[in-house]
């Protein structure tokens, strides 16, 4: 184990709304909501002043709404967000070379690896931290939590119990005093049905499980999950940071605002969602070998398939046969709110390009079993009979997570995460958290309501750049004419840089101010006004007292 606290963990305190404050002073210290804005939207995370009001990540917008109505909700923009995240991440580099992040606003740090290790005690590594949170503020005007401790698993507690805007340091030898109060759900590993099996025999703090025979818990839990749980309570954890991580899979999912029950229908979204998901697998150089379908019915029972190919694969064509391959195992009955597509067991190659120079020979096409412009079979047991592979864009205004994560497709069941990376977590209230990312890869969202769809057969570009998490994103290019959402980055010919503050029966509503300004006047225009376009995000500037 360490002698010193050398392990650094940050989090971001309420990481999306807390951009969003800071790019819109008019909303700060007012409570915003970023997620979803439609009825079957998820709050990707909330400020504290929405906080207060028992809003938290992973509610339904629904019930954020009626927890909170005068609240501001916003679609997400990760295009800003990355950008800071890449301020903070560069800002964690200058203390160490080995800096693994969790998500865009959450990562560990070696101290020890950096050019401060030969002469870190508990002192340098205090003094380190608070450094880093007073240049993160200055640099993005944002405030960041800090936990510092001997291990991966006590930091990370450390900077939940220091949320928000504090830090906490755990000297070696001081980790029972901070993990024994805790309830068991704090300790990584420990879920619902973990923490249920461990109440049923009187375990509810980490010390009653510090304190149980490890034998016991082996009996309860199995060998490598028992002792694990028993090293943890003690505060045992041996694990490096590592700098990269590899993604363990690669999953696209929409959430839909009307319940999708006719087949044609279906096999067209699951068209656009495995073409997207292969347009990742691509992008990040990777093959899969097991293909996963999520089905989420109206009533939130959630139905998943998979199959395992013999190699691993990146071809369109034997992702999408088999996708449509385990959804005809599907009863359609009721519809479903969510489809998703996924690719695990992922590999740095794909078989097929072994035989890249066969041509495979494919048998002509019968009657009824024509391939069409979206690349699915009229006939295909999926669609039933006289099916084809078109149909409507997808009018969910707030619909898809897609995620390169520890895990499959999903709208996000966890704890109080932003769900932006690879895998990780962001402003949690929970302290499991794996997986890791550059920021390249952050999704793009709400940056333009009237960017044109993808041909037949070609996916429009989504607003999304990667993947980082299960977090509900507005595809633009999908309504056809223009939209605007709460939260948009727009500018108008007279009026300069603003925000959409809501529309509709025809008229946007629109603030202009910037992230410098005071609160700026509010103007109302019509919805295709030739002078109002959607814009860029504007980077960040430290609050001046004086424009607050």
């Known amino acids: ?140 005007g944002l405030t960041a939590s800090v936990g510092l401790a001997p291990s991966k698993l006590v930091a990370k507690i450390a900077s939940e119990a220091a949320k928000p805007d504090g830090l906490v340091v755990v000297a070696p030898g001081e980790e029972r005093a901070l993990l024994d109060p805790l309830p068991v759900r704090a300790l990584w590993g420990v879920g619902p049905a973990t923490a249920d099996a461990m109440r049923k025999v009187g375990i509810t703090t980490v010390a009653d499980i510090a304190a149980t025979d490890p034998e016991e818990l082996v009996r309860l ?4 999950h028992g002792r694990a749980l028993h090293e943890h309570a003690l505060g045992l954890d041996d694990r490096p940071v590592v700098a990269e991580r590899d993604a363990k899979s690669i999953s696209v999912e929409d959430t839909f ?13 699951l068209d656009r969602l495995t073409a997207r998901c292969v347009e990742r697998l691509r992008a990040a150089g990777r093959s899969g070998r097991t293909v996963v379908v999520k089905m989420r019915r109206y009533d939130f029972s959630t139905l998943t398939r998979s199959e395992t190919l013999r190699a691993p694969t990146d071809d369109l064509a034997v992702v999408r046969e088999t996708v449509h391959r385990l959804a005809a195992q599907v009863d359609f009955t009721g519809g479903f709110r ?27 096409a019968g009657e009824g079993d024509t391939e069409t412009a979206a690349g699915a079979r009229v006939g295909d047991p999926l669609k039933g009979d006289g099916g084809t592979g ?4 997808n009018p969910a205004d707030e619909a898809a997570a897609e995620t390169v994560a520890d895990g499959g497709t999903g709208e996000r069941d966890g704890r109080d995460h932003e769900p932006d990376t690879v895998g990780g977590s962001g402003d949690s209230d929970g302290p499991g958290a794996s997986g890791g990312a550059d920021g390249s890869g952050a999704r793009e969202a709400g940056q333009g309501g009237a960017e044109p769809s993808g041909t037949a057969g070609e996916p429009a570009a989504d607003p999304e750049a990667g993947a980082y998490g299960r977090v509900p994103v507005f595809h633009p290019g999908r ?22 503050q809501g529309s509709g029966v025809g008229r946007v509503t629109v603030r202009f101010e910037t992230p410098g300004s005071r609160p700026g006047r509010i103007r109302t225009f019509p919805v295709d006004d030739p002078d109002l376009t959607p814009s860029s995000h504007l980077p960040l500037s430290p609050p001046d007292d004086s424009t607050s």
């Open 1 to 140: 184990m360490r002698t010193t606290p050398g392990i650094l963990h940050l989090d971001m305190d309420a990481f999306y709304a807390s951009v969003e404050q800071a790019a819109k002073p008019s909303l700060r210290g007012k409570a915003v909501i970023v997620g979803g804005v439609s009825g079957r939207g998820v709050v990707a995370t909330a400020s504290y002043e929405a906080r207060v009001f028992g809003v938290r990540s992973a509610m339904s917008t629904a019930e954020a709404r009626r927890r909170c109505p005068n609240a501001a909700f916003l679609i997400p923009r990760f295009s800003a967000y990355r950008e800071v995240s890449e301020q903070v991440m560069a800002l964690l580099g200058e203390l160490s070379p080995l800096v693994e992040p969790l998500s865009l606003d959450e990562a560990f740090v070696d101290l020890e690896a950096g050019p401060y290790g030969a002469e870190l005690d508990t002192a340098k590594a205090t003094r380190l931290a608070e450094r880093l949170r007073a240049d993160i503020r200055a640099t993005t």
């Open 221 to 224: 839990f199995g060998q490598a």
């Open 257 to 269: 605002e009307v319940d999708l029950a006719d087949r044609t229908r279906i096999a067209a979204e």
């Open 338 to 364: 969510l489809l998703g597509v996924g690719v695990t067991s992922l590999a740095d190659f794909a078989q097929q390009d072994l035989f890249a120079g066969q041509e495979e020979v494919e048998e002509p």
């Open 390 to 393: 078109g149909g409507p864009d």
């Open 479 to 500: 309504f056809g004419a223009t939209r605007w959402l709460p939260g948009q980055d727009v500018h108008h010919a007279e009026h300069g840089p603003g925000w959409v």
